[in-house]
């Protein structure tokens, strides 16, 4: 009992101290500040990240983007190993005539969460995740950027509308991969 007490005091102690910029009334998410993309020795990238939890799985995003867009452009893999499907000059928001340039990408461990009777238990961390650049290179989840919160409840929304098992998906991303 002891044991659970401390780990539901050190996640509300982590989690009132994380970077979280934004959270909507309406949908639950994250805008990290300044994501640095080490994409080798010399090469950087620093970009605000939107996150949230999928519906099924870390590659939701990616799923509902194929979807509704079709095949990505392009694919940047980071430093550490994490890859982002890219898809260029979209559009995303339908009131909007504007394009954009879409980095999807998330993440999925298995972590240990705490010991029962000397036995780990197990639980999943995972999360979806986007960046979002306009036609001028402009990062649209900066902190000043007005359509932050539209775009994270585009892709949210996206996300929930998503089936599970996209074969045509599965198809290309295990081409890529």
């Not at 095949?71 to 559009?91: G, H, S």
């Given at each position: 009992?002891?044991?659970?007490?401390?780990?539901?005091?050190?996640?509300?102690?982590c989690l009132s101290c994380s970077s979280q910029k934004r959270n909507s009334?309406?949908?639950?998410?994250e805008i990290f500040d300044s994501i640095t993309f080490k994409f080798n020795k010399t090469d950087s990238l620093l970009v605000?990240?939107?996150?949230?939890?999928?519906?099924y799985e870390?590659?939701?995003?990616?799923?509902?983007?194929?979807?509704?867009?079709?095949?990505?452009?392009?694919t940047i893999q980071t430093e550490d190993k994490l890859r982002y499907l890219v898809w260029k000059n979209i559009k995303l928001l339908d009131h909007k005539d504007a394009l954009f340039t879409v980095a999807v990408g998330g993440k999925e461990k298995k972590t240990e969460?705490?010991?029962?009777?000397?036995?780990?238990?197990?639980?999943?961390i995972f999360y979806c995740s986007a960046i979002v650049f306009n036609v001028n290179n402009y990062d649209c989840f900066n902190p000043e950027s007005l359509l932050k919160e539209a775009l994270a409840n585009y892709f949210i929304n996206g996300v929930k509308t998503n089936?599970?098992?996209?074969?045509?998906?599965e198809k290309e991303i295990k081409i890529d991969y």
């Amino acid at each position: 009992m002891k044991t659970l007490i401390l780990l539901l005091t050190l996640i509300v102690l982590c989690l009132s101290c994380s970077s979280q910029k934004r959270n909507s009334k309406k949908n639950n998410f994250e805008i990290f500040d300044s994501i640095t993309f080490k994409f080798n020795k010399t090469d950087s990238l620093l970009v605000h990240e939107m996150a949230f939890t999928p519906k099924y799985e870390a590659t939701d995003l990616q799923r509902f983007m194929f979807s509704t867009y079709g095949k990505w452009n392009n694919t940047i893999q980071t430093e550490d190993k994490l890859r982002y499907l890219v898809w260029k000059n979209i559009k995303l928001l339908d009131h909007k005539d504007a394009l954009f340039t879409v980095a999807v990408g998330g993440k999925e461990k298995k972590t240990e969460l705490l010991k029962v009777n000397g036995k780990p238990k197990y639980g999943r961390i995972f999360y979806c995740s986007a960046i979002v650049f306009n036609v001028n290179n402009y990062d649209c989840f900066n902190p000043e950027s007005l359509l932050k919160e539209a775009l994270a409840n585009y892709f949210i929304n996206g996300v929930k509308t998503n089936k599970k098992g996209n074969k045509a998906f599965e198809k290309e991303i295990k081409i890529d991969y």
